[in-house]
């Protein structure tokens, strides 16, 4: 079930302009399922894009209704000026919406969906919008420029123009700016970081105030960190690096000049926010002048400005110059989040976890072909042996399951919980530091990730399977706790059958390869990148007949495999 939730100055909302500002969360849902994948915010409108690549618009920019669906294009990425949004298709067109922009004497439409450009001698890789800027970054690393701040162009570089647009960097792998921001900064492809554009702030982090249209090479420990992502405010830039593992975020200025009582506290270089150094960071997102981050607890943190409630914050004068973390009523946050800060409100969207971690989820509770106990102090739970002995060991599982006699069981089952699923929240976490595991042992577990790589491991483990599939007269070994998971037919079949533990099944009439990959996907959550046609056709008529669980991210897959072979 989705749990969307948005606060602060809204256009979509309400058309009574008085009703649009509110500082507590509202819960919302858009998409049929509510399955949003990204959104980008402005004064006029919001576009919502949801996860089959289709987009809703609301607000102002809409021609009948106040929700309304954009015409039959599916976008990859979109990004937003003040009033201005930009899209990137799958074909690399670039579209343009939103209030009038002039090019080359061309007035744009406000409503409609114009082609901005469309790079004929490659594909796009990235977009973004500034304010009254915007840019593209093409296959080839050129970063493309056009708006009312001047950067200087590329002078060595022959260039045919393209409308309006010149190139003003090369080596680029992303590009970022803020909607309220006259500055940008990159990643280049040998993972560095350049900054240009307006610096009265210290915003470029280049150990300078000046402004510079050329871009300089931006200081930091590049040789120590994992560069994950990059927000820019208005007056501020922010930097999401990995360091030892643990998500650490840097920053110049806090958010808001408003903030800085004396000019000179400014800060014009990429500094270690505090409050951070013991948290696990995993996203950021910045506005104008106010930024949310998420940690890897599912904890969100904000601070900035709170001049239209943005920060969730009853008083409009209450704002923060340090990270405060924020606690919002029904909010799921066993989900998977997503924050998001528009350029005066702020959004989180709450999903459910992906099919894998379902499909655990449903393991735990289910308790089907159970083969062992663990003991609370007031109670008992059925589990699956293979499960503890996949996700902590053997060594772990003895001396947690002492452990667990210790605990009640609404708290021991928390635990054993975050073994089947990895879904992990602050209180999980608390209690597995009390029965002994450490924090890097904690998040290389947790999520999604952690799940997926303790299965793919389980593939390769052949010793503990315990069950044959034959396909063309050819064995498949699997473990019957996986089958189960993953497959309602085989769930079936172990739960009716009596003494199944010796049991084979024949799937003569199915190639060898698809079987397989079937068996790999249970496993792995992906397909083989080698599958031919014929194989990917015959996958595509598995989840019926196997009642897979997860069958929408199943055929997902499949439709990816289709396309990679489309391009080859």
């Not at 990004?79 to 939103?98: A, D, H, K, M, R």
């Not at 280049?188 to 307006?198: R, S, V």
């Not at 360091?243 to 920053?251: A, C, D, M, N, S």
């Amino acid at each position: 079930m989705t749990n969307n939730f948005n606060w602060g100055w809204t256009s979509n909302l309400s058309k009574n302009k008085s009703e649009r500002k509110f500082w507590i969360p509202k819960s919302f849902s858009i998409f049929p399922g509510g399955f949003i994948k990204n959104i980008r915010s402005n004064l006029l409108s919001d576009c919502f894009l949801g996860f089959d690549d289709q987009m809703i618009i609301c607000g102002e920019l809409t021609e009948k209704n106040y929700f309304e669906m954009s015409p039959k294009i599916k976008f990859k990425k979109i990004s937003s000026g003040i009033t201005t949004f930009i899209g990137l298709t799958e074909e690399n067109v670039v579209y343009f919406w939103g209030e009038d922009l002039c090019i080359q004497e061309k007035s744009l439409g406000k409503k409609t969906f114009q082609k901005l450009v469309q790079f004929p001698n490659g594909g796009v890789i990235d977009i973004v919008c500034g304010i009254g800027d915007y840019y593209i970054v093409d296959e080839k690393g050129i970063l493309f420029h056009f708006g009312i701040t001047e950067f200087s162009s590329i002078e060595d570089l022959e260039y045919k123009h393209i409308l309006t647009w010149k190139p003003i960097f090369k080596n680029v792998k992303r590009v970022f700016s803020g909607q309220d921001s006259h500055h940008y900064l990159v990643i280049t492809n040998d993972n560095k970081i350049y900054a240009a554009g307006e610096n009265q702030n210290g915003q470029l982090g280049t150990n300078s105030f000046e402004s510079t249209s050329i871009a300089k090479l931006v200081p930091f420990p590049y040789e120590k960190v994992q560069i994950i992502d990059i927000q820019c405010g208005s007056q501020f830039s922010l930097i999401l690096a990995k360091e030892k593992g643990f998500g650490q975020v840097y920053t110049t200025n806090f958010n808001d000049t408003r903030l800085i009582k004396d000019l000179e506290d400014r800060i014009c270089s990429f500094t270690k926010i505090p409050e951070f150094l013991e948290e696990n960071i995993i996203q950021i997102s910045s506005g104008s002048s106010h930024s949310l981050a998420l940690n890897e607890l599912n904890e969100i943190f904000v601070w900035g400005n709170n001049s239209n409630y943005q920060l969730a914050q009853e008083s409009p004068f209450t704002s923060f110059d340090s990270p405060q973390k924020l606690i919002i009523q029904d909010l799921n946050y066993e989900n998977h989040l997503i924050v998001y800060s528009g350029l005066l409100n702020s959004y989180v969207f709450s999903h459910p976890h992906k099919p894998l971690i379902i499909d655990m989820l449903n393991l735990f509770q289910r308790e089907d072909c159970c083969d062992d106990l663990v003991f609370f102090e007031d109670g008992k739970k059925s589990i699956h042996s293979l499960i503890f002995l996949m996700r902590i060991g053997k060594d772990r599982s003895i001396l947690l399951k002492d452990d667990l006699k210790k605990i009640d069981k609404k708290n021991g089952e928390k635990i054993v919980k975050w073994i089947y699923s990895g879904i992990l929240t602050r209180d999980i976490w608390e209690l597995l530091i009390k029965v002994g595991f450490n924090e890097e042992e904690i998040y290389a577990k947790s999520h999604y990730k952690g799940i997926q790589q303790d299965l793919q491991n389980l593939y390769f483990d052949n010793e503990t399977k315990d069950f044959s599939i034959i396909s063309q007269d050819k064995d498949i070994r699997a473990h019957k706790v996986i089958l189960i998971a993953r497959s309602e037919l085989f769930r079936g079949m172990f739960i009716n059958v009596q003494d199944s533990s010796n049991k084979v099944h024949d799937y003569t009439n199915s190639k060898f390869q698809s079987i397989q990959s079937l068996i790999e996907y249970f496993y792995t959550d992906s397909f083989p990148n080698d599958l031919e046609d014929e194989i990917i056709q015959e996958l595509s008529t598995f989840d019926d007949f196997f009642q897979l669980n997860s069958f929408k991210n199943f055929q997902k897959q499949l439709k990816i495999k289709k396309v990679n072979q489309t391009i080859k």
